[in-house]
């Protein structure tokens, strides 16, 4: 970023801050909430398409470069989302999964809406891909979270993750839409 700043003169401005989690040890949450979980499929691409739009939403926009269709359709294609249902079968929170590549598994993204948060849908979604992660042969299992959400950040330690590594994206200068 400094870098950037002495060759173009604009001024770097944190836009986000992450922290990089590696799996160790996993730890269900106990109890665990009511329900179970269910492999999202064709029939729930809608869900699927507005809980994306409102993940990004919910992170400030930060949630990558592809459109809500077309990543639902995308993790629809090879299973990469969870769903945690309660008993009577509604959907109350979901955990996506990438593809492995080079023996890791990035879990991504976990989101509940805002008024089923607390009730320990995204712990119990999150457990259940990271136990299939391993399942399927993952050596890694990885996740993301802003170092901001100070309750992501516990939650995920509390399941078994561990900080591998922290990253900072800068913006530079208004408008520019630069990173």
Not at 40 to 69: C, N, P, T, Y
Not at 103 to 126: F, M
Request: positive net charge.
């Amino acid at each position: 970023a400094e870098a950037r700043r002495r060759r173009t003169a604009a001024a770097p401005e944190t836009s986000v801050r992450q922290r990089l989690y590696r799996l160790t040890e996993l730890t269900p949450p106990h109890p665990a909430p009511p329900g179970r979980p269910r492999i999202a499929v064709a029939k729930d691409r809608e869900q699927l398409m507005r809980w994306h739009g409102e993940f990004g939403a919910a992170i400030g926009g930060h949630g990558g470069m592809i459109g809500s269709a077309e990543w639902a359709d995308a993790r629809i294609s090879y299973g990469g989302v969870t769903l945690w249902e309660t008993p009577d079968g509604t959907p109350v929170s979901m955990a996506g999964v990438t593809a492995k590549v080079a023996g890791q598994i990035r879990v991504a993204p976990v989101y509940t809406p805002a008024d089923l948060r607390g009730r320990g849908y995204a712990g119990a979604v999150t457990t259940e891909v990271s136990r299939a992660a391993r399942t399927a042969g993952a050596t890694e299992v990885l996740l993301f979270t802003d170092l901001a959400n100070p309750t992501s950040n516990a939650l995920y330690q509390r399941i078994g993750y561990r900080p591998a590594a922290d990253f900072t994206a800068y913006d530079f200068g208004p408008g520019t839409g630069q990173r």
